[in-house]
């Protein structure tokens, strides 16, 4: 079964609206994470948001912000004001308990596209 | 200052050949992977390295074999190249569990 599911394949996004890109997991571990990663062209993984699943409320960190709702196991990504750079491709990605080696199980990512 | 860095970032080389891939992290972390992302953009670990001992080996080929000389660096050799070897690898490291930081990855080219 996938671990990290990503639906949405690409999404086009207008300049200076908010977007919300979904992620949902799968796992029976009490304790575990959360991590969205960007990808632009050039092809760097850039860290942008981190949610433990005991963090009692949810991440943010500048214009990102992870909507998380641990009953429907999802983790979705909301980035605020769009901006030109924020076309990219977007990983969601998961890490399970200590015995799992803080190992990152990632989907299958989310391009994003901000028109002007 | 450059926190994870590899080299080379470009490696194109021919069937059959050996190949090292290195990476160097100056953050002080104690763990270290080795990331594989192939042709359709999924990315999966290959390896940790907690303080130069491996603590996750995840199904790959005997080819390929990390070497961690110390804690702030962890090689990646493989041998006997293959077409679908082509990838582009990434070196991570982290200290916290809620931390992983990448490198600029090492697009290799098996032709």
């Known amino acids: 079964a996938q671990k990290i599911t990503q639906t949405q394949p690409g999404m086009f996004v207008q300049e200076k609206e908010a977007v919300t890109l979904d992620c949902t997991y799968d796992?029976?571990?009490?304790?575990?994470?959360l991590f969205w990663y960007k990808q632009p062209s050039s092809g760097e993984m850039i860290f942008l948001i981190y949610?433990?699943?005991?963090?009692?409320q949810n991440a943010t960190e500048g214009r990102y912000s992870l909507n998380f709702q641990k009953a429907r196991k999802s983790a979705n990504l909301v980035i605020s004001a769009s901006q030109l750079g924020d076309s990219a491709m977007y990983f969601c990605?998961?890490?399970?308990?200590?015995?799992?080696?803080?190992?990152?199980?990632f989907g299958a990512g989310t391009i994003l596209r901000v028109k002007s | 200052d450059t926190a994870v860095s590899q080299t080379p970032k470009y490696l194109v080389t021919q069937m059959g050949n050996d190949k090292s891939i290195k990476c160097e992290q100056n953050?002080?972390?104690?763990?270290m992977y080795w990331y594989k992302q192939d042709s359709k953009k999924f990315l999966k670990i290959m390896f940790s390295?907690?303080?130069?001992?491996?603590?996750i080996n995840e199904t790959v080929p005997n080819r390929f074999s990390p070497k961690s000389p110390d804690k702030a660096h962890l090689n990646l050799h493989i041998n006997s190249l293959e077409l679908g070897d082509s990838a582009v690898y990434f070196c991570?490291?982290?200290?916290?569990?809620?931390?992983?930081?990448f490198g600029p990855g090492t697009r290799l080219t098996v032709t």
């Open positions: 949610q433990g699943s005991y963090d009692q």
């Open positions: 991570a490291s982290s200290q916290t569990l809620r931390e992983q930081y």
């Open positions: 990605a998961m890490r399970e308990g200590r015995e799992y080696g803080n190992k990152l199980v």
């Open positions: 953050l002080g972390h104690d763990t």
């Open positions: 390295y907690n303080n130069k001992e491996l603590i």
């Open positions: 796992t029976s571990d009490p304790s575990y994470g």
